[in-house]
């Protein structure tokens, strides 16, 4: 079967640095994504890595290991509007989108 | 901009009345999948299609339907309104298998 796990809730100092993880296990993998969701609001993309390795857009960066089916999300230098919920998401062997039950950031000044 | 635009934010129904929720999409996009979130739960897939009058059972389909008789318009039906779907409810578009996904604004579903 397919599972995702990613922590319910985490909370971060403005102008600090979170890492959000995302465990998954899988029999077909076609790359992760990660969305970002604002409260009451539909979730926008933020990354997708199909390859091993670190993918940096701007504050986010995303990683990922296939070997350990491991993902994380770091975002830098932290801002009040990062408060959010992270979503982690599989494309699976038949291009289906499996989901996490995402991660709530609580951003503190 | 990709726009995926849902008719309602906010509804409220009866129990045992008919829904209808409504998602347009206005980039020529093959694919379209309704979903529904709740909390502590992950997105989870109703229905999807990948082509006009086209539709698959994702993985809770019970007590919903959907239409697709257009390209750009990918409808969801609760055929008996009941108070276990009350819910948000996310319709989204992906122009091919591995593209990411756009979601319209979402319409937040309550059920009396």
Known sequence: ?109 | DVKVTQSSRYLVKRTGEKVFLECVQDMDHENMFWYRQDPGLGLRLIYFSYDVKMKEKGDIPEGYSVSREKKERFSLILESASTNQTSMYLCASRPDQGAEAFFGQGTRLTVV
């Open chain 1, 1 to 109: 079967g397919q599972n995702i796990d990613q922590p319910t809730e985490m909370t971060a100092t403005e102008g600090a640095i979170v890492q959000i993880n995302c465990t998954y296990q899988t029999s077909g993998f076609n790359g992760l994504f990660w969305y970002q969701q604002h409260a009451g609001e539909a979730p926008t993309f933020l990354s997708y890595n199909v390859l091993d390795g670190l993918e940096e857009k701007g504050r986010f960066s995303s990683f990922l290991s296939r070997s350990k089916g491991y993902s994380y999300l770091l975002l830098k230098e932290l801002q009040m509007k990062d408060s959010a919920s992270y979503l982690c998401a599989l494309l699976d062997s038949n291009y289906q989108l499996i989901w996490g039950a995402g991660t709530k950031l609580i951003i503190k000044p």
